[in-house]
């Protein structure tokens, strides 16, 4: 089951009903924030709970939640044909789940501040540098994050990719 935690302005956007029980996650690839940001253009920022690992989608033409998550789906998957984490993992760990969806509150305050670091830098990667959601994906994807011990969000994800059932 996928798990999406959008913030509470985009869950009015897209009429969700946040349930107030937090949910049991199984599989912490499947568990991700949402928050949407203004780069000159309209963005999504979709964000791995556990690993802070993140997806940046251009929000042009996605104004339904279907559309919303087959946005996510096209980047996740751009973004791990071109790495060594593919090798299939994608397909069997998370596309299925992507049909099961459920809605939970962003956890805690420390991941909402990292998000927001997250949308001030991929504010300054796509309009002042000029890259694409998936240069700016991979870029953010680099920095160390304080919540990580300084360990970067692509290397956390890896670990998770191996062993999606720990945090």
């Not at 996650?25 to 568990?31: A, F, V």
């Not at 920022?45 to 996605?62: I, K």
């Not at 420390?110 to 796509?126: E, T």
Request: glycine share 6%; net charge positive.
């Amino acid at each position: 089951m996928f798990t999406l935690r959008p913030t509470l302005r985009l869950a009015q956007k897209f009429r969700i009903t946040i349930p107030s029980a937090e949910p049991s996650i199984q599989n912490n690839l499947t568990d991700w924030c949402l928050q949407d940001f203004n780069a000159g253009r309209r963005y999504y920022l979709f964000v791995n709970t556990a690993s802070l690992y993140p997806v940046v989608v251009p929000a042009r033409g996605l104004t339904t939640l279907t559309a919303l998550i087959g946005g996510f789906r096209d980047e996740l998957k751009l973004r791990w044909d071109d790495s060594p984490l593919h090798c299939g993992r994608f397909e069997r760990s998370i596309e299925p789940e992507l049909s099961y969806l459920r809605f939970a509150r962003i956890p805690n305050r420390s991941i909402q501040g990292s998000i927001n670091d997250f949308v001030r830098m991929g504010h300054f990667h796509l309009k002042e540098d000029g890259d694409t959601p998936l240069e700016t994906s991979r870029r953010l994807a680099q920095a160390p994050m304080g919540i990580l011990k300084m360990h970067s969000p692509e290397n956390v994800f890896a670990g998770l990719v191996d062993n999606p059932q720990t945090a």
